[in-house]
């Protein structure tokens, strides 16, 4: 988990990165003021920015884009509401239950990662969690990996602040996983484990 918090002129951070099996995932929070905007279309629009600037980046580093999944936004969506109710803290509480649901309904997932973003600024808040994410070494591993799938979901709390999910997966067709069971090592498994970065503070 990374948690970051923007002064005006200096960026404060605190990082804390977790790896599990397959899995990357990394969250994010700045503070501003809080403006009216709010409400499903706002919501709506600020998912499909931020999802379209995520794509860009991807397409201006000769990567494929990533699709977009209904089910997989329906799993971020219901985090960054859980979250903004306070239901869980902000982080990756449940992140293997949500992977462990999409498996469920998505044949040949192979991978996941998972970037959490909070601000209480609307202002340009699709713009600013994708820029914030592409300064973040772990961050922008998420959004530069091998995945093809992708769904995102927005959320806000009483006070407007504004919770992202992003929740990135690979799927290989069934002639793919079939040669990747077959050549895959137990050294391609990253252990479940904690580290903190250089210049950072882990929190618990």
């Known amino acids: 988990m990374l948690r970051t918090q923007v002064t005006t002129r200096f960026p404060l951070i605190i990082a804390f990165l977790a790896f599990a099996v397959f899995s990357g995932v990394e969250a994010q929070q700045t503070h501003g003021s809080v403006s009216p905007a709010s409400g499903a279309d706002f919501r709506s629009g600020v998912e499909l920015e931020t999802f379209s600037l995520v794509n860009q980046y991807r397409k201006a580093s000769k990567l494929p884009p990533l699709t977009w999944d209904g089910a997989i936004a329906k799993e971020a969506r219901a985090h960054s509401k859980d979250m903004a109710a306070g239901d869980v803290n902000f982080g990756h509480d449940g992140f293997g239950d949500r992977i462990s649901r999409l498996?469920?309904?998505?044949?040949?997932?192979?991978?996941?990662?998972?970037?959490?973003?909070?601000?209480?600024?609307?202002?340009?808040?699709?713009?600013?969690?994708?820029?914030?994410?592409?300064?973040?070494?772990?961050?922008?591993?998420?959004?530069?990996?091998?995945?093809?799938?992708?769904?995102?979901?927005?959320?806000?709390?009483?006070?407007?602040?504004?919770?992202?999910?992003?929740?990135?997966?690979?799927?290989?067709p069934p002639a793919q996983q079939t040669q990747a069971a077959s050549t895959s090592a137990p050294s391609d498994i990253t252990p479940f484990g904690m580290l903190a970065t250089p210049n950072t503070r882990s929190t618990q």
């Open 103 to 172: 498996r469920t309904v998505m044949t040949g997932l192979r991978g996941a990662g998972e970037n959490v973003f909070m601000t209480d600024n609307p202002d340009q808040a699709a713009r600013n969690a994708v820029a914030l994410w592409l300064r973040s070494p772990h961050h922008l591993k998420n959004i530069r990996g091998d995945y093809n799938y992708s769904g995102l979901g927005v959320w806000q709390d009483k006070q407007g602040a504004i919770y992202f999910t992003q929740i990135f997966v690979k799927i290989e």
